[in-house]
């Protein structure tokens, strides 16, 4: 008898946090199933919880022990939330991967400015266009959202028909590109919309975005109105902003500077896809100084606050060729990214204890999302009549908002679920399996498992320090020399005022000298009391147990 054939849905990263978007599609039966990829993204590390880590990205275990039966990856846009993490894990999976134009330059553009990056052969899909990969019928939906070229995937196959929504809204005057495509969204929904797999980023917050056009407006009335220089810093990808903010400096008799590796790069990109068509060449970073103050608009990056990036480095007048001075303007026109709330205000503070006057989307409408908020979250659902809703993209707070809309709307079946989770969509949907899931990080140049000691090492290294203490043995199991001492991290004195390095010293030696003699020749034995006599005695001081590790060489 032949196994019964399913269709299923995996996330493997994205729900219950923002960001490493990845998911698969699986058709076949429980003993082989052919699968699909959608997305490939990272998040960006918190130095406070992940000290020395660039990247977090998903764990792929599963997609390479599937390798042989991987149809491909598909790139829904080039945020990197979404496409990230291609460069580091593609090698490991060298399947093909299809994306649009602008995704597929975005990435020849990284590629340059990473040297030894893998060279990946990309199939790049016209917009709206439709392709094959393994069973899977493919076709692209354009949606607005903060970068060019976002799009939706309608995914049809024996059992029904998908819509992987990617990152979108209903925006009816976006500044790039055409609003989101309703009359293929409604044509899925005559046709039939088995399942809607849909992205959950504001479905706590009621109404609509507003407009970029909104933006614009306000936008082209500071710059108009400001007196100096005037900086504006939004993400680099948002190329539909750079294109607003080019057109409100030129309405001012303003030149546009790029400052930002990043911003130089998305540039050059949108100019070869036809994106910045119109717009005035852009002026470089050294030129800056040359132009008069009310002449210069200085499009930057560093939104989120990176310490590396353009505006910090302005703030801290660390910059080679930018300077801003009393009375200039600064419009942050991004949001806040969750865990980066911290070093954004750092930069703005440091801006206006300067007399710099900043704007942010507190006071001005400078910035809007590019996701969906209630009200277009349910007129998607009334456009494609999903008989499934599985809400993703978001956290725990964001998917559940997103299910009560689904059931609002009258969505059959409401499908809540974890990275992992391997939900058969069809025939008779609910959760029937759990995958590989979890988190690589990337250090460096490598990438280690989210299990492993390193990054809870480094935690404990912050928070307490580490003591190294050696000691030279001789078979007689005496010392053969004082105990050497190296501290980092440890305050210099005690809560009695004596000097640490002392107390460590003394709490070595008491407790190798209360060692019964046959221990003392067991150096093990002897690096373990070492160590919890050394901790013990700092504990009492400090109250706080350092890492220590205890060095025992036999002379």
Request: glycine share 8%; hydrophobic share 40%; proline share 6%.
């Amino acid at each position: 008898m032949a196994a019964r054939q399913d269709l299923v849905f995996a996330p493997l990263g994205g729900v219950g946090e923002i960001g490493m978007n990845l998911a698969v599609y699986g058709l076949g039966d429980e003993r082989r199933r052919q699968w699909l990829a959608v997305d490939l993204g990272v998040s960006f590390a918190s130095e406070d919880q992940l000290p020395g880590v660039d990247l977090v990205m998903p764990d792929v275990r599963f997609l390479i022990e599937e390798r042989k039966n991987l149809a491909g990856l598909v790139l829904t846009h080039a945020h990197e939330d979404h496409f990230g993490a291609l460069f580091d894990l593609w090698p490991r999976l060298k399947i093909p991967v299809y994306a649009t134009p602008f995704t597929a330059a975005m990435i020849a553009a990284k590629k340059a400015g990473e040297p030894g990056a893998p060279e990946i052969p990309v199939t790049v899909i016209p917009l709206g266009g439709r392709f094959k990969a393994g069973p899977f019928d493919i076709e692209l939906v354009s949606m607005t959202h903060s970068i060019p070229e976002s799009n939706a995937l309608i995914i049809r196959t024996p059992l029904g028909n998908v819509l992987h929504t990617g990152d979108w809204k209903i925006d009816p005057t976006p500044i790039l590109n055409d609003p989101t495509d309703e009359k293929k969204l409604r044509a899925l929904g005559q046709e039939g919309c088995l399942a809607l797999i849909a992205d959950s980023t504001n479905a706590v917050r009621d109404g609509r975005s507003p407009s970029e056009a909104d933006v614009a407006k306000t936008i082209t009335q500071l710059i108009k109105d400001a007196r100096g220089r005037v900086a504006v810093t939004t993400f680099a990808s948002n190329v539909g902003r750079l294109k607003t903010v080019a057109e409100a400096a030129r309405a001012a008799d303003r030149e546009v500077v790029l400052v930002g590796r990043a911003m130089d790069r998305v540039t050059q990109v949108a100019r070869e896809c036809g994106y910045l068509d119109g717009v005035p060449a852009f002026r470089s970073a050294d030129a800056y100084g040359y132009l008069p103050p009310n002449k210069v608009v200085a499009l930057c990056t560093g939104s989120q606050g990176e310490p590396r990036a353009a505006l910090a480095r302005i703030a801290s007048d660390q910059h080679p060729d930018v300077t801003l001075n009393r009375g200039d303007t600064v419009i942050f026109s991004a949001r806040d990214i969750p865990g980066n709330e911290k070093a954004i205000g750092r930069v703005i503070n440091g801006l206006i204890e300067q007399g710099i006057e900043v704007i942010t989307d507190r006071t001005h409408l400078v910035h809007v999302s590019g996701h969906p908020r209630r009200a277009e979250v349910e007129e998607l659902i009334g456009w494609v009549k999903p008989q499934i809703l599985v809400p993703v993209h978001g956290e725990a707070l964001h998917l559940a908002e997103h299910g009560k809309i689904g059931r609002k709307a009258g969505v059959k079946t409401i499908i809540q679920c974890r990275n992992g989770d391997l939900i058969r969509l069809a025939p008779n949907p609910e959760i029937i399996d759990e995958l590989p899931a979890g988190r690589l990080y990337k250090d460096g140049r490598l990438l280690i498992d989210a299990q492993a000691r390193t990054v809870a090492d480094r935690r404990r290294l912050s928070f307490a320090g580490i003591i190294s203490v050696a000691l030279a043995l001789t078979e007689a199991g005496e010392l053969a020399a004082d105990p050497e001492i190296d501290m980092v991290g440890i305050p210099e004195r005690g809560r009695d005022g004596d000097a640490m390095a002392e107390i460590v010293h003394d709490a070595a030696l008491q407790t190798f000298e209360s060692l019964p003699r046959a221990r003392r020749r067991d150096p093990d034995s002897v690096a373990e009391s070492v160590r919890r006599g050394v901790r013990s005695a700092v504990a009492e001081q400090w109250g706080k147990k350092p890492m220590c590790h205890v060095h025992v060489l036999a002379v």
